[in-house]
């Protein structure tokens, strides 16, 4: 493995670049990012749809999240790959389309974690800021969404280490990402399959596991905090004059 990374390094890390385009583990962790970014907005619309009390809407975006839930990415992939330049009458760029199907892909799934943020929170609130006078808008951007969003950091970050092993999809439309670069190394060296699989399964392990880790850091950090409010307030109440 050590030849292979000496060798073919560069084309794991980068791909062509800069003599061509961008690509390997560097293609791979900037697909995964910008579908988190695009799709974080998106999901949050979900979200409130799915929470939303106009029930047509409600059922509008349950339909979305349960159809897309029930299909493999694969299906969303071809699905994007084929049909969209079809519809649009001329060629996309592959990247583009991939993006495209993981961003349809994880706004379902963010969706879920935004509508579980929101109904785990306590129906008190929602119903204190509206004797205070506050409208539906006001509710959901001032009490409920900061309170739900920060709940969720640690699922949406979880969700980012699947979407991470989720670009490898991306292999089968040609994107040139991480397993295709391992592919085309396969392809040139042709007698050594097992090291550079090998190679390409260590990579995504150390990026995933690395990931895990910073997660597992962030929840205990939140937990700390809501530990460190709870004793303040409770201190607060034991202080109180009887």
Not at 70 to 99: C, R, S
Not at 166 to 175: D, K, P, Q, R
Not at 186 to 200: R, S
Request: hydrophobic fraction near 55%; aromatic fraction near 10%; include cysteine.
């Amino acid at each position: 493995m050590i030849d292979i990374l000496r060798d073919y390094g560069l084309i794991l890390l980068v791909g062509q670049y800069p003599q061509g385009p961008l690509g390997g583990l560097a293609m791979t962790l900037v697909l995964a990012a910008l579908a988190l970014i695009i799709s974080f907005p998106l999901a949050i619309l979900v979200g409130l749809a799915r929470v939303s009390t106009w029930v047509p809407l409600a059922r509008v975006a349950a339909f979305y999240v349960h159809t897309v839930r029930g299909l493999p990415l694969l299906l969303v992939v071809f699905w994007a790959y084929f049909l969209v330049p079809l519809i649009g009458g001329k060629d996309i760029n592959a990247t583009l389309m991939m993006l495209f199907a993981l961003v349809v892909y994880e706004s379902a799934y963010m969706g879920e974690i935004v509508r579980a943020g929101i109904v785990s929170l306590p129906s008190g609130q929602t119903q204190a800021a509206r004797a205070l006078g506050l409208t539906t808008p006001q509710i959901f951007a001032s009490v409920v969404l900061p309170q739900a969003l920060f709940n969720m950091i640690p699922s949406i970050l979880s969700q980012f280490v699947v979407l991470v092993k989720n670009t490898s999809l991306a292999y089968v439309i040609g994107v040139d990402e991480l397993t295709n670069a391992a592919y085309q190394v396969n392809g040139q060296l042709l007698t050594k399959p097992f090291e550079v699989y090998g190679l390409l399964a260590i990579s995504y392990f150390v990026i995933c596991y690395l990931l895990g880790r910073g997660v597992s850091l962030i929840e205990k950090r939140i937990m700390k905090k809501r530990s460190g409010s709870g004793a303040v307030v409770v201190a607060a109440v034991r202080n109180q004059p009887a």
